[in-house]
């Protein structure tokens, strides 16, 4: 059994720099009203990679961008993110009237369920950049469908037509088995699957996390589809923010490929259960939370600016955070396009 050791630098630059200033981000401007660059921010997080790039700005995942179409399902009008739904001219009036219109209280857990993985099975939404948790997102469009037969027909509708409906950027998409699309996969398969799931989540006692992967990972192997870890693990912690009711929500879950390049960096000897366990003592949160915490965390490692298209132009490749931590990994600001304005030029 190899020597446990932590890197107390890194592990006090994510516990006592990172996170307390990704909570205020997420309380006061993410779900807040609260300007990133006011002075209110200034004061409580100094920081100019967390507050020019909207994407260190979360403690709970909830409140990540990837969440944003299931959290305007869950709450409509009241989504926390509403006011800057108003502000993005990437989204417009057309989409507030649109949230507006759900009718998802009248839903049941399937049609729940299914909406879960249809939406992290196509990439959910993810880009980093102004669409960020909209990219190519078809879920977006079913909260003002009633059944799942609406929603199957909709994804072969966008088959039939070519209209693009996955992402892969900061995601892994899954791989069903040779002659097996995604779509096929969602509209074929996975209803009678999510029958025999809810029989399983109402069995016994609450299942875990890795459980719940673990179960659906089982009919993967069954039916010659490699292992959708990536989705089935998204799709549990879901579950851990939704459905408490279904899962033990503070329990031990599988981590992304970000979470363990995170966890390798802050610890040698440590399996992810026992890393988890003291990260959560120190830092506190919630497991599912923490991993995509950790994910985050490398990126800001990295000072990592999306660079996909011109969101972003007007900040230098100078940009950094402000921790005066060296991570040692690749740093990822990227160049702006010629011609764009910079951030130098706002500060004149």
């Known amino acids: 059994m190899s020597k446990k ?9 994510l516990v006592h720099y ?15 009203k609260l300007d990133y660059l006011g002075p209110e921010a200034d004061k409580e ?15 709970t995942r909830d409140a990540a961008g990837f969440s944003n179409v299931l959290q305007d399902l869950k709450y409509r009008s009241d989504t926390p993110k509403r006011h800057h739904q108003i502000k ?3 989204l417009g009036q057309p989409h507030l009237d649109l949230v507006d219109n759900y009718i998802t209280d009248r839903w049941d857990l399937k049609t ?8 992290r099975a196509t990439g959910s939404g993810a880009s980093f950049t102004r669409d960020h948790g909209y990219r190519n997102n078809a879920v977006t469009h079913w909260g003002v469908m009633e059944s799942m037969d609406e929603m199957m027909d909709d994804l072969k509708r966008r088959k039939q037509k070519g209209i693009s409906t996955f992402t892969s950027i900061g995601n892994q998409p899954p791989s069903p ?30 299942k875990t996390h890795k459980q719940v992967v673990d179960y659906l990972n089982e ?32 329990s031990h879950g599988y981590f992304g490929n970000n979470a363990v390049r995170c966890m390798k960096l802050l610890s040698k000897g440590y399996d992810t259960d026992s890393f988890m366990d003291l990260l959560c003592e120190r830092m506190g949160g919630a497991p599912r939370d923490n991993e995509d915490v950790m994910c985050d965390f490398v990126r800001f490692g990295q000072n990592y600016v999306p660079r996909s298209d011109d969101t972003f132009d007007h900040v230098p490749s100078t940009l950094s955070n402000n921790s005066g931590w060296v991570s040692g990994w690749e740093q990822r600001q990227g160049k702006p396009t010629k011609n764009s304005v910079q951030l130098e030029d706002f500060m004149l």
């Open 5 to 13: 050791w932590i890197n107390e630098e890194a592990l006090e630059v």
């Open 18 to 32: 990172y996170y307390p200033k990704a909570k205020w981000l997420q309380l006061n401007c993410n779900w807040g």
């Open 45 to 59: 997080v100094n920081d100019p990679l967390m507050q020019y790039i909207d994407i260190y700005d979360c403690f």
């Open 88 to 90: 993005n001219q990437s």
């Open 112 to 119: 729940w369920l299914f909406v879960y993985l249809c939406h």
């Open 177 to 206: 088995r040779k002659g097996v699309s995604v779509i096929d996969y969602l509209t074929n398969e996975l209803p009678s699957l999510l029958d025999r799931l809810i029989d399983w989540l109402h069995s016994g006692q609450k």
């Open 219 to 250: 009919y993967n192997v069954k039916e010659g589809h490699k292992r959708f870890n990536f989705v089935y693990a998204a799709f549990s912690y879901d579950l851990g923010d939704y459905h408490k009711d279904l899962v033990d929500d503070m």
